[in-house]
Nanobody, 116 residues
Framework: VQLQASGGGAVQAGGSLRLSCAASGRTFSSYGMGWFRQAPGKAREFVARISWSGGSISYADSVKGRFTISRDNAKNTMYLQMNSLKPEDTAVYYC??????????WGQGTLVTVSS
């Protein structure tokens, strides 16, 4: 399984970005997927997850109401629409395939920098 995250960049506070995670293989639609992030000097943390069908979604409290996770199984791609970005959202964002409740496969990460 290969996961390729993209879409990061530098934005000002209040701005928006859309991250994408492209997956290889034929099993994308069989698994839940998630976004995680790691800020400088901090541990990696959960951001959002989506079930295989998209019918079940959950968010970290810190991003609820601002971020939207989605997926397109026909394109083997997951997205994270990030609005109203804050400086504290600055981090490397990783996508992962989730098996059970555990992220098993990770993408390489994409950097999001939000300036005040």
């Amino acid at each position: 399984v290969q996961l390729q995250a993209s879409g990061g960049g530098a934005v000002q506070a209040g701005g928006s970005l859309r991250l994408s995670c492209a997956a290889s293989g034929r099993t994308f639609s069989s698994y839940g997927m998630g976004w995680f992030r790691q800020a400088p000097g901090k541990a990696r943390e959960f951001v959002a997850r989506i079930s295989w069908s998209g019918g079940s979604i959950s968010y970290a409290d810190s991003v609820k109401g601002r971020f939207t996770i989605s997926r397109d199984n026909a394109k083997n791609t997951m997205y994270l629409q990030m609005n109203s970005l804050k400086p504290e959202d600055t981090a490397v964002y990783y996508c992962a395939r989730i098996e059970g409740a555990t992220p098993r496969y990770w993408g390489q990460g994409t950097l999001v920098t939000v300036s005040s």
